[in-house]
């Protein structure tokens, strides 16, 4: 072969890895666009009619927008496979196997859509089931959503050096922002019209585990950051992080910032990246907000602890204290009984569920059983204990590949992987669906570590080419 025909193929494969660069950027910014969701809680649009569901409910544009973002995320992931395909077919570098090892923990989420499309066919009320019914607004359809939004981050968390960084920094930027505004709304004692207090969280529960991720995200920044300008804004943005957290007296999310100080404190004294002067201003910050909240009597979190103690003994010991109950939408009562109800209706069907998007007068087994507000027995209820069990089983698969690449994991996989483990933890307490799911699909793709160690062996193994090479080269040298 001439050199002529060497430097045509050459600039052929340069212009092919041009073009995937710059679907991936294309991916990245369609990310982005369901990243920034969290900003229609700012604007005033209302709700529209969902007619594909013969008008039984309304949606707000915010899910409109979400569907949107998907639609297009479709479309941008198909092009980026389609172009990375050809590229390595070109090239002749198509390796089956180590591509089915590398993307090995996504065989559990095939498994969940095909088991979840079984549910939705075996469901009472199908059409409620493919499109969604209700204010959560989850059929298949929005499972399929959900799909893209995980394998879109996923495909662009290494394709891109910065897309870690720079989605974990428009996520905090974009909660302080939030945060900022409600507390000026907060001390202007300004009415919020009842489009805006829907937005695009519906409920400060679904608000609350925003918040859980944001607080969570904005204190790890301040332990961990770099640079000067993030460690300044990040401790400006605490504050009014964790203020809003508590103000919003959502029990669950407060469990899950406190679950991610605990792990960041734990993850970053392993990897030995932990700054203890700043770890002690982020808890004096947060501690210092706390104090002043509970004092000025705005919320009572310490009270609402005291009754979850008090649910958790009567769970305990039923014939102490009755069997739990209460207040469905008081922190701290009432999830017991709501779970005890849900896992009646999961007993009645184990392998299939129910159907999505089924409560109230639509749930055959309970006609009058709300959400269970514990995402992990909603999601057995709505597609069976299969289904959970997958769902369970990625996410322990997530966690042992992040103890594995400890040794190698930078400070952004630190915030990121504390983030996702603060959304896991307020997933017991309540569920977030549409309105929040999609940022913890986000972090949990961004955050999977590659397997079994890849990149750190062959640094290794670098380096000791590199030395063997040197050695070899002195040893000449002497002779």
Known sequence: ???????????????????????????????????????????????????????????????????????????????????????????????????????????????????????????????????????????????????????????????????????????????????????????????????????????????????????????????????????????????????????????????????????IISSGFITKKLDWKRLLIACVLSGVINLIVEVSGRTNMWASYIQLFKDIKRVIAPGEGGTGGGNNNSAGTGRFGLWKRTIAVIKQVPWFGKGLDLYHGNNIYDTSLDVSHNEYITMASNIGIPGVIMYLGTVVWWFVRAVRARKILAVNDLTLLAVTFAYLISAIFGNSFTYTYPYLLIFLALSIQKPQNQQYRYEKLQELNSYNALFAQTAKAEN
Request: aromatic fraction near 16%.
């Open 1 to 263: 072969m001439s050199g002529m025909e060497i430097g045509a193929i050459n600039k052929r494969g340069q212009k092919f890895d041009v073009l995937q660069r710059r679907v991936a950027y294309v991916l990245f910014a369609g990310v982005m666009m369901v990243l920034l969701q969290a900003f229609f809680c700012l604007t005033l649009v209302g709700k529209v009619t969902n007619t594909v569901s013969n008008g039984s409910h309304f949606m707000n544009y915010s899910q409109l927008y979400f569907k949107f973002c998907s639609m297009l995320l479709t479309v941008f992931l198909l092009t980026y496979y389609i172009v990375k395909i050809c590229i390595k077919a070109g090239q002749r570098k198509i390796n089956i196997g180590k591509f089915t090892q590398d993307n090995l923990i996504l065989l559990p989420f095939a498994f969940m859509l095909i088991w979840a499309l079984i549910s939705t066919f075996k469901s009472p009320y199908f059409e409620k089931s493919m499109y969604g019914a209700g204010y959560i607004n989850e059929g298949y359809f929005t499972v399929l959503q959900y799909a893209v939004v995980f394998l879109s981050a996923y495909a662009i968390r290494d394709e891109i050096k910065w897309a870690k960084e720079a989605m974990l920094w428009s996520f905090i930027i974009m909660a302080g922002i939030i945060c900022i505004v409600f507390v000026g709304i907060e001390i202007t004692n300004y009415k919020i019209p009842t489009s805006l207090k829907s937005g695009v969280f519906n409920n400060s529960n679904h608000y609350g585990y925003f918040l859980a991720m944001s607080t969570t995200a904005t204190f790890g920044a301040l332990v961990y950051a770099k640079r000067k300008w993030q460690i300044f804004l990040s401790a400006i943005l605490l504050p009014f992080n964790v203020f809003n957290l508590l103000a919003c007296d959502t029990l669950g999310a407060n469990i899950a910032y406190i679950g991610g100080i605990v792990f």
